[in-house]
Nanobody, 115 residues
Framework: QVELVESGGGLVQPGGSLRLSCAAS????????MGWYRQAPGNQRELVAV???????NYADSVKGRFTLSSDNAKNSVYLQMNSLKPEDTAVYYC?????????WGQGTQVTVSS
């Protein structure tokens, strides 16, 4: 079992920045992948960014150059630095980890980009 605790969402103006954090209940070395998804009202949940064990980091085209995914192994955490935010980035952001057996999801954190 893996528990994920997310933080860092909120309301920000267009062009602003936010940093999302996701802390896992065990070592991230045990995960095949770890990253963030988002879901806007009426839309499917979509990949934002993911770190794949031994395989680098992948980003959605819509966030490339603006978002940066990083990890801190000592803190069992992954972070999503979001810069140059746009209204279309508004969504609930979910942390996800994948293990050999199954995936796990955080509870979600709301990000709203609005003036």
């Amino acid at each position: 079992q893996v528990e994920l605790v997310e933080s860092g969402g909120g309301l920000v103006q267009p062009g602003g920045s936010l940093r999302l954090s996701c802390a896992a209940s065990r070592s991230i070395f045990s995960f095949d992948a770890m990253g963030w998804y988002r879901q806007a009202p009426g839309n499917q949940r979509e990949l934002v960014a993911v770190i794949i064990s031994g395989g680098g980091t992948n980003y959605a085209d819509s966030v490339k150059g603006r978002f940066t995914l990083s990890s801190d192994n000592a803190k069992n955490s992954v972070y999503l630095q979001m810069n140059s935010l746009k209204p279309e980035d508004t969504a609930v952001y979910y942390c996800n980890v994948e293990t050999f057996l199954r995936g796990y999801w955080g509870q979600g954190t709301q990000v709203t980009v609005s003036s």
